[in-house]
Structures are given as C-alpha cells and as structure tokens.
C-alpha cells in the first residue's frame, strides 16, 4: 500500500466533495493525511439536506476546505486553480442521472463540457500533476459484448449522459496529448452504499419498502448491474491518484487502442466484476429490511441499457486492487445506515 500513499504536503481539489463518491473519498483523503479542498455547487439535483450532512461529516477536520461553486464558473475555477495549486485534482462533479438527460439535456452541456473544459484548463496552467476525473459504464452504450473491456469501441452512447461522459475521456485525451497533462478517466458501474444517491435503485427501494409503497422494477426485473460498494470505488480512485498515467510504450497508430495512448492518458473500469439480476438484488434488500416489496413490473426505459458488467484488469494490472465487496455486505451496511440516519 506505501506505493500509494499522496505526499501529506500536497493539496488535492476534489470537485462534487459533497456529493456520494466526492465525499467518501474525501474522507480517505483526510484519513491519509492529504490537504483536501473540496468543491461543490451543491445544487438541487437531489435532496440538498443530504449533501449538506455529508459536507457536516467533513468540515471541521484538520485539513479540509470547502469552496462553494459551480464547475461552469470560468473565472472563479481559473483563480481557485491560481491561488491554491493543487497537485492532483479529482473530477466528480458532473450532472449525474440517465434519466434526467432526457428532461434537461442543458444541465449536462453546462457542467459536464463546459465544466470539464475549466477544469482541464485550470490542470493545463498550474502544473496539476494527474488529473483523474469520473467517467461511467454508461458509455458502453449499445455494446452486448460482455464484460464490458477498456479496449472496446465506445462510439454508440444512448443516452446525452453517456455522451457527455465519452467526450469528457475524449476531451481529457486531447489534453494529455497536446500539453503532456496526465490524465485518468474512471468508468464507475453501478456504485452504492452509505450515504448513497437517492436517485439511485437501492435508496429508492429501501425507502418504498419502508413506507409501505410499490416499487417500480424496470425491463421486468431482467436488469442486470455491476452492483459496486463504495469502499471498493474510493479505493479504486485512490490508488488511481497516486499512479499517474504514463505513455503506453507500446501504443499502435495503425491499431490504437481506446485504454492507452502515446499520451500520458489511460481510462479504467472500476466494477465489482460480478453482474447481479435486479430481482436478486431487491431479494437480498427485502431480507435487509425484513419486509416484502410491492412491485410494479414496467418495461426497460428509454436510455437505460439491459446489463452492466465490468471487465477490470486493465485497473488491477495497474493499481494492483479489484472491487469485491459481496452484494449481501454491501446491502446490509447501507439499510444499517439508512435506518440511522432517517431514524
């Protein structure tokens, strides 16, 4: 592990530091002894009073500063770079949710490119060491051939999300190429746990099944998903900082493979490696909360994609770790939480 261990003098940005990935890796950050500014707009997306718990569990600790503002924020984002210098910056601000891309495609041009593009020009004039910024599995898109692998073609997104997501690698990759900024683009499948989104599944779920209300089980409960605990995720991301992307020696113009470059830029998968069905998931949920759930069996929605399944040695060849927190463990530790929290 003292391979990857952040110099305790060096300050890494955290942008989306409130949000669910943001501030569990703060708190790693912090725990490790690492200077952490961490960012948020803290915006309406979901429930405000949640992302502000998550900041109360971080302000106040020895090291740790949170500045208020959007990733759009030209200015503010160029002089936040100029004064504090980071030497790492971690990008997991972005307009989140497949869904919602439908409704509001604005809000992802505005802080997912817009956004990126400040904070790759903040990286590109103050000397950022490694850039390492979330991407998703969202950007497999239409791909069926499984597990899903860092050396696919990912040129079929289906949704403004995914997108969004795929032009950030490619944006970033433009960067490593043109000003040797090391940059590492992390496709994260299906993350979970305390302290978690509600808009994701399981927060919705655990919450129906304790009220008393239906769940809404989408394509029949046929979904498949590289269910991913957070631990996992946030160690992940962390060895990730500290292994800053090189050229590939061995990269081919004639044969280029999407991972690597002859750029200082790699993309990895961060996935639990083991796809679970809806159904088993909601089965092993209902066993949690000790209640039976109400379903509503509706068909697959515009957007989403049927499977997810995470092909992740291109991480541990790299970083030496693989996710593998059991679904069973991971459900239990977050209804522990939730119950706690919402009382």
């Known amino acids: 592990m003292s391979s990857f261990v952040i110099p305790a003098n060096e300050t890494v940005l955290v942008t989306g530091a409130a949000g669910f990935i943001g501030f569990h890796l703060c708190c790693k950050l912090l725990d490790q002894g690492s200077n952490v500014i961490g960012l948020d707009n803290l915006n309406d997306y979901y429930d405000v009073n949640l992302k502000k718990a998550r900041l109360a569990q971080l302000e106040g600790r020895d090291g ?26 971690v990008n997991l601000a972005a307009q989140a949710g497949v869904r919602y891309s439908l409704e509001n495609p604005h809000a992802y041009i505005d802080a997912n490119l817009v956004g990126f593009t400040n904070i790759l020009e903040g990286c590109r004039h103050n000397g950022v060491k490694h850039l390492v910024y979330a991407s ?20 079929h997104p289906i949704s403004l999300y995914a997108a969004s997501k795929k032009a950030n690698e490619l944006m970033a990759h433009t960067y490593s190429h043109l000003y040797d900024l ?43 998903r590289d269910f991913t605990y957070i631990d996992d995720i946030v160690e992940g991301v962390y060895r990730c900082i500290s292994t800053i992307a090189a050229p590939n020696p061995d990269w081919n113009p004639a044969k280029p ?58 991480l541990t060849d790299a970083v030496g770790f693989k996710p593998a927190t ?10 522990e939480w939730y119950r706690t929290f919402y009382g």
Not at 136 to 155: A, I, K, L
Not at 267 to 294: C, S, Y
Not at 326 to 335: A, D, L, P, R
């Open 136 to 155: 998703s599995s969202s950007v497999y898109g239409m791909n069926t051939e499984m597990p899903f692998s860092v050396h696919h073609n990912v040129d």
């Open 326 to 335: 059991s679904i069973e463990t991971g459900i239990t530790k977050f209804v």
């Open 182 to 224: 090391p940059t590492t683009g992390l496709r994260f499948f299906t993350v979970y746990g305390p302290w978690g989104r509600p808009d994701m599944a399981l927060f919705l779920f655990t919450k129906a099944i304790m009220e008393g209300r239906a769940i809404d089980v989408f394509n029949q409960g046929k979904m498949r």
């Open 64 to 89: 740790f500063r949170f500045v208020k503002m959007n990733l759009e924020d030209r200015d503010g984002i160029a002089n936040l770079f100029a004064r504090e210098k980071p030497a790492y910056v």
């Open 257 to 314: 493979d999407p991972a690597t470059s002859s750029a200082p830029y790699r993309v990895f998968n961060i996935g639990n490696n083991n796809p679970v069905e809806l159904m088993h998931m909601i089965e092993t949920l209902e066993k949690a909360v000790g209640q039976t759930a109400q379903k509503n069996m509706l068909p697959l929605q515009a957007g989403d994609v049927p499977a997810t399944y995470a092909d992740v040695q291109a």
